[in-house]
Every structure is written in structure tokens, then in C-alpha cells.
């Protein structure tokens, strides 16, 4: 978790307000597997979903692209500023719809402009991927986009059954990124894309403080998932640039997952 107090007053007020307030880039959508071809509904909110908590402005992104057989298509143009409602308050987003055709492994992939943290004294910059199946067919869902650091799934991440474990190897300018710590949620209220709108209700109470996975030697980290859901992972810290504008930086690799009940 991203801390920088120096005091016992400090850690100690932290404490006291709830560790669990974690911020995640979101790059949602409704449903990850596709059986017909189907105009996709993608949500980009900047916040903290575990708590449901405080939404917070996002700028217009470096890139926002797709990533399909291999070839990658440029969806910057497809971006429409919005107003996302959360539960405490509103902040500025992004929507844009896709078009899914064909069968195989879409990955949509956002790089927001780095985001000021005052609390923290940094900027934030979360390159955020979701991958979506279409048909059926697994295609390259295993495969890294080229992101300054990202997660590569080693399980498909649109076909994760509760009970069991996910993971995903952690990659920093290519090469795996061992000893970072990896933050988990997941979207703990309903979310409604054609109001663009959380849910006023949490599914579960939050933990206390942040979950939290470490990656190994090999950059690996795996998290068994006790429920059904939306998942996200940020691996904070994890690129290689560490400085924006003269302030420090962070650089963090986010994926999101999706999980079902094993019927």
C-alpha cells in the first residue's frame, strides 16, 4: 500500500480512517465472455470500489487502445467524457463503446494521465487492462500488451470460478518484477452503465485494511477468491518511472477479473 507517514501520529490516524481505502482505475464492463457477437459497454472510473467510496476526477488518458490477434486498434476517438455518480460523490470519467465481431481475446488496455494524490504527496498513473472473450475462443488472453509494467494472467481472467485461485505474473519494462506488493478488491456494489452510476449499497462490509499479495522471485503472484465478482489487482510501484513534473510517481499495473459461481 502506498503510505508515506513518517510519525506514529501519522500511521495511527491512518488506522483510524480505515485502510481500506485503495484507489483502483476501473476499466469495467458488464460482461467479460461473449457468445454472440455484441456492442461492448466500457466504463472508466477512477476510485475506490472496495469501500465504495470517494470518486475522484480523471483527465483525458495518454492512450486507450484494443488489443486483437495480435494487432492493436487505436480507441482514443471512441472516448466520451462523462459524470460518474458514486456513492459519496460525482467525479469525471470516461465511457466508449466497442463493437466485438469476431471470435477470439479482446484486451482493452487504458493509460490515464498521471493523477495528483495530495494526501500522498506522489502522482498515480494505473495502466489498467480487461480482457474479454468473444465466442469462446481463447485466443491470446496469456499474452503482455507492451505496457511499462503490467500483470499477465495465468489464468483466463473472464473465466474464474470462486473457490479457486487466480494468477498472474507481474512484468516491468518486460522482465518479471519480484518483491512488489499487490493490492486486491473488488467492485463491492452494483453498477449501472447507462446512468453511469454506483450503487448506493455495499455488497459486503470492507475489510479493515487492504488485501494485500506479494510477487515472488518470478514476478508471480496468486490470490485464491472467496466470491463471485469483478476483481481488480494493482501491483503498486511497478514501473520504471518514478518521478512526473518533479514530484515522485507511481506507476502500477491493474487487471481486472471475472468471477463466477462453479454451478
Not at 492512450?63 to 456513492?87: H, K, M
Request: proline share 7%; charged share 20%.
Amino acid at each position: 500500500m502506498r503510505i508515506i507517514p513518517t510519525t506514529l501520529a501519522a500511521l495511527a490516524s491512518l488506522s483510524a480512517a480505515g485502510a481500506a481505502q485503495a484507489h483502483f482505475q476501473l476499466l469495467y464492463t458488464p460482461q467479460m465472455q461473449l457468445p454472440e457477437p455484441a456492442d461492448i459497454e466500457l466504463r472508466m472510473v477512477f476510485g475506490h470500489p472496495l469501500d465504495n467510496g470517494h470518486v475522484m476526477d480523471m483527465a483525458a488518458p495518454e492512450r486507450f487502445f484494443v488489443r486483437f490477434r495480435g494487432e492493436q486498434t487505436d480507441l482514443a476517438d471512441s472516448l466520451t467524457p462523462i459524470t460518474w455518480q458514486g456513492a459519496e460523490n460525482a467525479g469525471k470519467a470516461l465511457g466508449a463503446s466497442f463493437k466485438a465481431q469476431r471470435q477470439g481475446d479482446y484486451s482493452f488496455v487504458l493509460v490515464p494521465a498521471p493523477y495528483w494524490e495530495d494526501g500522498e504527496n506522489t502522482f498515480i498513473q494505473q495502466f489498467s487492462k480487461t480482457i474479454i472473450n468473444r465466442g469462446g475462443l481463447p485466443t491470446d488472453w496469456y499474452e503482455p500488451v507492451g505496457l511499462p509494467t503490467e500483470i499477465v494472467p495465468m489464468v483466463k481472467p473472464y473465466q474464474v470460478f470462486a473457490g479457486s485461485t487466480f494468477t498472474g505474473q507481474l512484468l516491468s519494462d518486460g522482465e518479471p518484477a519480484a518483491g512488489i506488493e499487490c493490492e486486491v478488491e473488488f467492485i463491492n456494489t452494483s453498477v449501472d452503465v447507462t446512468a453511469n452510476a454506483f450503487g448506493k449499497e455495499t455488497l459486503i462490509t470492507a475489510p479493515e485494511t487492504v488485501i494485500v499479495t506479494m510477487t515472488d522471485a518470478n514476478g508471480v503472484f496468486t490470490f485464491g477468491i472467496p466470491r463471485p465478482g469483478i476483481w481488480g489487482f494493482a501491483c503498486l510501484e511497478a514501473g520504471p518511472v518514478t518521478e512526473h513534473e518533479g514530484k515522485e510517481l507511481s506507476q502500477d499495473a491493474v487487471l481486472w477479473i471475472n468471477v463466477v459461481e462453479l454451478d
